[in-house]
């Protein structure tokens, strides 16, 4: 471990990624007061249905296994119930026949008509839910959870635009999608489900939180009373938020 720290500090410094400012106290509070969520919530302008999965703090950004990039000062996770797409095959019982089988959505270039691989027929049309009624096994969108990972950096002040953009560059470059990942989710969604609102469709609900071992969205975030370069900020898809306290 304690290799790993100085190869990743030496790296750092190489790429003049070290940040000064990393140990003053303000940096410090802008770092605390995003551990408040409903403060955060706001700051980033979620809507009740979002919730937190987690926070964690001084997250390291690492090229593989080996070298640590750098530090996040904050790493976000939360989550949202949505709609998904069946995006696997489909179990249907031909009317005609009783075969039953597997219509794969996308497979014959169409969706709306779904015609039995054994017999020809014409079994259901998708667009019509009568149609499918006692033929189709399985919902055709399911509840899934929609995460969103914020990865944020808190600036007291910014030095230099070019700098910054450079730290945050050199974390996207290495980054992979599921190596800040966090663990508190798995195959079926949340492991602590009593933790977290239930999504109001009823049907066995969890079972059918899709599976994560990603994000399903990103953003960049710097969080800096420094507001001189936000329009700079935006064009590289990284937003610049002020603190409110
Ligand atoms: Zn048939």
């Known amino acids: 471990m304690t290799g790993e720290k100085t190869r990743g500090t030496s790296l750092e410094k190489l790429w003049k990624l070290d940040d000064p400012e990393l140990t003053t106290p303000k ?23 979002e919730f937190l999965i987690s926070i964690k703090s001084e ?38 026949c009783g075969d039953v ?59 230099s635009f070019g700098e910054t953009l450079r730290q945050i ?14 663990n508190s989710l798995s195959v079926y969604g949340l492991k602590d489900k009593s933790k977290y609102p239930k999504c109001e469709m009823k049907r066995n609900d969890y079972s059918y939180s899709s599976y994560h071992n990603s994000p399903d ?9 420094d507001v001189e370069y936000s329009d700079a900020f935006a064009n590289e898809d990284i937003t610049l938020i002020s603190p409110t306290i």
């Open 27 to 49: 940096h410090d509070a802008l770092v605390l007061s995003l551990l408040n969520w409903d403060y955060t919530k706001n700051l980033l302008s979620l809507d009740d249905e």
């Open 217 to 225: 969205k990103r953003y960049w975030i710097i969080l800096s009373p």
């Open 59 to 96: 997250v390291p950004i690492t090229t593989g296994r080996d070298f640590i990039v750098g530090y996040a000062d904050l790493v976000l996770h939360t989550a949202r119930w949505g709609m998904r797409d069946f995006n696997s095959a489909i179990l249907f019982t031909c009317p005609h």
């Open 169 to 182: 560059k050199t974390y996207r470059q290495y980054i992979t999608d599921n190596s800040l990942f966090d």
């Open 101 to 159: 089988f597997r219509f794969r959505r996308g497979d014959s270039g169409y969706y709306s008509k779904v015609v039995c691989l054994k017999c020809g027929k014409d079994v259901c049309n998708i667009d019509n839910k009568e149609s499918m009624n006692g033929i189709l096994h399985q919902p055709l969108r399911y509840p899934c959870l929609v995460v969103t990972q914020f990865i944020i950096e808190c600036k007291p002040t910014i030095r």
